[in-house]
Structures are given as structure tokens and as C-alpha cells.
């Protein structure tokens, strides 16, 4: 499968704890996206990566919430200290920075996140 | 979600065209997107259409973008039980703008 991959696909944890989802995008996509949907909500953009640098955040993204893209490939997003009401499907997107289909985003199968 | 509206739900019969209505704000939308998803699942990107363009066909999907009235549909013909899904519209802001945002969806129920 060479689409967007994201790991874990579900994590429940307590209220306090820290999580880290992963994403693996396309391989040959330079930017990578992540955005959070609540139920019967579309999805909400977060942040945003061109190779390895953080090129927008959104207000949405608290000062608990840190993602990064270290060498250009995966990407992760963390939450410190989760509230119940980060519970909610975080997914993640890639597209190419030129070229055939440069305006594409790809999305992943998300990770759904239970805070009790 | 609350700069594109969507209907929230619509029911088509097995067989009838489909078409999923959506309207947007932003007159500097540059692109906008259909995108498809199943219970549980992510997105699938449908078809996107650019803003000079008025309409856009593949296969049995047709998207229709009236830019003065900023409001895009999407019809999709001979609609089938496996069309049952949310299907999202989603805009993308200006050049250099690489977010999109999206409407609250609508839910596409089939009757057999």
C-alpha cells in the first residue's frame, strides 16, 4: 500500500496523559498536513510541513499540542497532559510541493482519540 | 467548517442522479474539492475543480462551480448502494494558502 498511513489507528488513555500518533505519507510528498475532526464535524486544519519545516499552525493547535517532521519523511503530533475534549479523529494529509498533482491531498485513515 | 455550508443530509433512490449542494465564502478560493468518506474511514479525494473552470466531468461525477454565487454542487449519475457515505466539500484559500477548509459534510443515505 503506498497511500498515507497513520499509527495508531485508536488510542484511548486517561485524562493527564501524553499520546504521539504517527504519519507516514506518500513517499514522494513534500508536505504533509494534519487536522482534527470532531463527530459530525468535517475536518479542521491544524499544522502544516513543507520537507522538514513547520510552515503554519492554527490557533487550534494549543500550546499542549507540538508536531514535527524531524527529517522530511514521518511526522508526529503529540498531546501533553490530553483533556476530554481533544477526544476526536486526527488525520493526517500529503501532497506534492510541484508538479503533476501538486494540488492534491491525500489523506490518511486517521487515528481516533478516547480521553476519559 | 462555518465559511462552507453544506446540507446537512440527503436521500436519493437506487439508480437517480445525486447532488450534493455546497457554498463558500471566500471569493479567492482558488481550488475546491470533493472529497468521500466511509463509516469509520478517512477521505477519499473525489474530483477538484479549479476556480476559473465552470465544470468539471469524470466518470459518473460532474461538479458544477457558479463563482459569482460561490456555490458548488456535485452530481453523481446512476447513483449506487456503495455512494452511501458523508461527502465533503472543501476550499482552498489564495496561492501559497495550502489549508482547506471544509464543510460540515452531508450525509448521502440510498434507497434500495
Known amino acids: 500500500d503506498t497511500g498515507v498511513s497513520q499509527d495508531p489507528r485508536h488510542k484511548i488513555t486517561k485524562r493527564g496523559q501524553n499520546v504521539t500518533f504517527r504519519c507516514d505519507p506518500i513517499s514522494e510528498h513534500n508536505r504533509l498536513y494534519w487536522y482534527r475532526q470532531t463527530l459530525g464535524q468535517g475536518p479542521e486544519f491544524l499544522t502544516y510541513f513543507q520537507n522538514e519545516a513547520q510552515l503554519e499552525k492554527s490557533r487550534l493547535l494549543s500550546d499542549r499540542f507540538s508536531a514535527e517532521r524531524p527529517k522530511g519523511s514521518f511526522s508526529t503530533l503529540e498531546i501533553q497532559r490530553t483533556e476530554q475534549g481533544d477526544s476526536a479523529m486526527y488525520l493526517c494529509?500529503?501532497?506534492?510541493?510541484?508538479?503533476?498533482?501538486?494540488?492534491?491531498?491525500?489523506f490518511g485513515p486517521g487515528t481516533r482519540l478516547t480521553v476519559l | 467548517g462555518e465559511d462552507v455550508e453544506q446540507s446537512l443530509f440527503l436521500s436519493v433512490r437506487e439508480g437517480d442522479s445525486s447532488v450534493i449542494n455546497c457554498t463558500y465564502t471566500?471569493?479567492?478560493?482558488?481550488?475546491l474539492y470533493w472529497y468521500k468518506q466511509e463509516p469509520g474511514a478517512g477521505l477519499q479525494l473525489l474530483t477538484y475543480?479549479?476556480?476559473?473552470?465552470d465544470m468539471k466531468q469524470d466518470q459518473r461525477l460532474t461538479v458544477l462551480l457558479n463563482k459569482k454565487d460561490k456555490h458548488l454542487s456535485l452530481r453523481i449519475a446512476d447513483t449506487q448502494t456503495g455512494d452511501s457515505a458523508i461527502y465533503f466539500c472543501a476550499e482552498r484559500r489564495g496561492f501559497g494558502n495550502e489549508k482547506l477548509t471544509f464543510g460540515t459534510g452531508t450525509r448521502l443515505t440510498i434507497i434500495p
Open positions: 475543480i479549479f476556480s476559473n473552470m
Open positions: 471566500d471569493s479567492s478560493s482558488t481550488y
Open positions: 494529509a500529503s501532497s506534492r510541493l510541484g508538479g503533476q498533482g501538486r494540488d492534491e491531498q491525500f
